[in-house]
């Protein structure tokens, strides 16, 4: 019979209020189990700890939403044949990232990038990319479950996937030969 390893277990006593505070890898992060000495043994108390929370410049978070809505060309969108949501969402998300101070890096995908890189190419963007990133969202057929996830990584690989989407379609379409 194989034996099963137990999870590395950190425990703290603290003998003021009579508490063994027991952290396992297998828990999430974010909760530690408080067993109180004089309790039965099988009534754990589930504490959440306080983590320290994405920090919000609040006194930018305004003032960059005003510009991301002037450089996507905001009015002209919500004017148009977009879902008026949708906009309101993909602004959201990337005042969101702009406006977080930390942690410095951010998960787009797979990979881990710069939390500044990926704020520099969000103040990049305009009215084009916007548009090719909801025209691409709303052409998706399955049913997407992390949307805001989707919708950062859509946004940051929208310089490169456009100039592939634009030269696949001419190629298609015949207009341009394969130079060979």
Same mark, same amino acid.
């Given at each position: 019979?194989? &034996?099963?390893? *137990?999870?590395?277990?950190?425990?703290?006593?603290?003998?003021?209020?009579?508490?063994?505070?027991?952290?396992?890898?297998? *828990?999430?992060?974010?909760?530690?189990?408080?067993?109180?000495?004089?309790?039965?043994?099988?009534?754990?108390? +589930?504490?959440?700890?306080?983590?320290?929370?994405?920090? /919000?410049?609040?006194?930018?978070?305004?003032?960059? $939403? *005003?510009?991301?809505? $002037?450089?996507?060309?905001? &009015?002209?969108?919500?004017?148009?044949?977009?879902?008026?949501?949708?906009?309101?969402?993909?602004?959201?998300?990337?005042?969101?990232?702009?406006?977080? $101070?930390?942690?410095?890096?951010?998960?787009?995908?797979?990979? +881990?990038?710069?939390?500044? =890189?990926?704020? &520099?190419?969000?103040?990049?963007?305009?009215?084009?990319?916007?548009?090719?990133?909801? &025209?691409? /969202?709303?052409?998706?057929?399955? *049913?997407? =479950?992390?949307?805001?996830?989707?919708?950062?990584?859509?946004? /940051?690989?929208?310089?490169?996937?456009?100039?592939?989407? /634009?030269?696949?379609?001419?190629?298609?379409?015949?207009?341009?030969?394969?130079?060979?």
């Amino acid at each position: 019979m194989s &034996s099963q390893s *137990q999870a590395p277990k950190t425990t703290i006593e603290n003998p003021k209020d009579g508490t063994l505070t027991v952290d396992t890898d297998n *828990q999430p992060p974010s909760v530690v189990l408080v067993i109180k000495k004089d309790a039965p043994v099988n009534t754990p108390t +589930v504490k959440y700890r306080q983590t320290e929370a994405p920090k /919000y410049n609040q006194a930018n978070f305004t003032a960059y $939403e *005003q510009i991301i809505k $002037e450089n996507i060309g905001y &009015s002209d969108l919500t004017y148009g044949r977009y879902d008026n949501g949708l906009i309101d969402n993909i602004v959201s998300v990337m005042v969101d990232l702009i406006c977080t $101070e930390n942690p410095s890096t951010v998960k787009l995908g797979d990979e +881990v990038k710069s939390r500044d =890189i990926v704020r &520099s190419v969000y103040l990049k963007l305009n009215h084009n990319h916007i548009s090719h990133v909801i &025209s691409q /969202y709303e052409a998706q057929c399955h *049913q997407i =479950i992390h949307k805001t996830a989707y919708l950062r990584k859509m946004l /940051y690989t929208c310089f490169q996937e456009m100039d592939a989407h /634009y030269t696949n379609a001419v190629r298609a379409d015949g207009l341009v030969g394969n130079a060979m």
